[in-house]
């Protein structure tokens, strides 16, 4: 099971980049100064893409600990936390 | 426990919850009320940048929660939990009620949005600091073997909120014109009115509460936090269950909270094109079934464990959530109404000549009603040419069907459906408090559990109606679309938390 959870941390690593290219492209394909509709809306993509990045490095970084094994024992008592 | 300990753990269950209810409701009523304000605080002209602009400041409003988390966890973790939430309680009513007092734009021009924007950055940020104070206070109060049967109570607030402002938003428009709640100084307002007096209660309530004795133990012995940010999230053994809690559990809970109760409510109003009174009679019988099951869970949470009850919930909600609002769509076509027997049950016709010339917009409505007491009204808008003394309607230029009564059996199957998609809320969110107050340790578990709380609801869960827009924007002729967003991220947390959460209940908090 820990084999798995280091293998998937790889996959978490590279979900991250891929969330913030997902978000990127929509924006250029979408935002259209001369379009009505919302998805042309530049400032709904600048929210969005905001808030996501964090989020997504977020991941990153958990994928990175789970990686390196920081996921392969879980605390049992919230007393073993924070030292 | 002895009887004079639960009437203790009961009456401070009852504080926290009737005061957490309050922001929750406080919180609410602007989503539930944003076309309207739209309209009173935005320029005029443009209904879409109006009904955006809202959406933004709706979306702020969730964006600025993880920031109060921030802040008065911190706060809580230094000077008490006691004080902080009642801090956030004043907050949270002070500036729901001023929303209420706002002139609109006509009176006062862009100082009105920029008031109202502000007012709803201050809800954002003192329901960031709230929740995690409530649910932190009674899990530091309960038993070690109850604590999710406790906090439960808590994590009926948000749904019980929702309820209380959806019947007072009913109550007040039915008893108006719509004329008369749309007004600038209008029925809408009274909702935000109400707040001052619910709040009043509740901080007279609070004040007369203790300090959590976890807290006032570690306050005695000189082990608070100096620093609760740092210790949060710079500690990388405390930061990875910080991220854990965010993408193994709830995450995938926020997409199924919003997504069980403010998008399906949306979606019967603006999909299905169900009549006012129906779409919120329809979630507030479903909230009022599923409720106890929040507590059942919670209770359940403490003998089995609260991992699976979570994850079970995601699973439940990835697996019907199409099917069920499939159901929603078919069952409300009128091409299939169409062909049961049905009557017309009155017909009115409204023209409105163009500027110099003799055609005219016609407005045609139809109100139709079939032999199980369903019905609906068809409203045909075109042009009309005056040729010669009678105007020729064309063919249909835009006809919409809206007003949707449901029969009896349709309405109570709906309800049964929405029923459905708030059990999985009770599953997911029942056992969270006692969950996240479990993988914190007390000296920065108000500033540990609220962030990747308000992540989670507020960002994640927040942002459900605005990406379901954003892809129905994008994939016009799949009504289903924006499903794909709760589904994809409750999937995604589910394979985390499968993988990666314990289920093992942390029985010594005391830390």
Known sequence: MNTFKKILGIVWV???????????????????????????????WIIIIAIFTPIAIGLMIFGWYAFKGEYDYMPQRSEEMGN | MDNSSVRGIGKVIAASSVGTMIEWYDFYIFGMLAKTISIQFFPEGNATAALLSTLAIFAAGFIVRPFGALVFGRLGD?????YTFLLTLVLMGGSTFLIGLVPNYKAIGIAAPLLVLSLRLIQGLALGGEYGGAATYVAEHAPANRRGYY????????????FVALGVIMLVKLNMSDDQFNAEWGGWRYPFWISIFLVGVSVYIRLKMKESPMFSKLKTEGKTSVNPLKESFRNKSNFKMVLLA????????????????FYAQNFLETKAMLDFEQSRTILLWAIAFATPFFVLFGW????????????????????????IFKTFLEDTDITAWKKEKHTIDGEQIKKQLFNGSNDSLTIKSVNYKLENGAGFTEVVTDTAFSNGDEPKMRSGRSLVQKDKHLSSATYWKFVGLVFLLILYVTMVYGPIAAFLVEIFP???????????????????GGLVPFIGLLLTTTYPNDPLVGLWYPIGIAALCLVIGTIYLSNKIDQEVND
């Open chain 2, 151 to 162: 906090t439960s109570w808590i994590q009926t607030t948000a749904t019980l909120g929702l």
């Open chain 2, 442 to 460: 007390t000296r920065i578990r108000y500033t540990s559990m609220s962030l990747p709380y308000h992540i989670g609801n507020g960002v994640f």
């Open chain 2, 78 to 82: 230094l000077i008490g939990r006691k």
């Open chain 2, 300 to 323: 359940l949470s403490d003998k089995i464990g609260r991992k699976w009850i979570m994850l079970l919930g995601m699973l439940l909600g990835i697996l019907t959530y199409r099917p």
């Open chain 2, 246 to 261: 965010l993408f193994g559990a709830v995450m995938g809970q926020g997409v199924i909270w919003y997504t069980g109760q």
């Open chain 1, 14 to 44: 590279l979900l991250g980049p891929a969330i913030i290219y997902l978000l990127i492209s929509g924006a250029v394909s979408n935002i259209d100064p001369a379009g009505k509709k919302d998805i042309n809306n530049p400032v709904i």
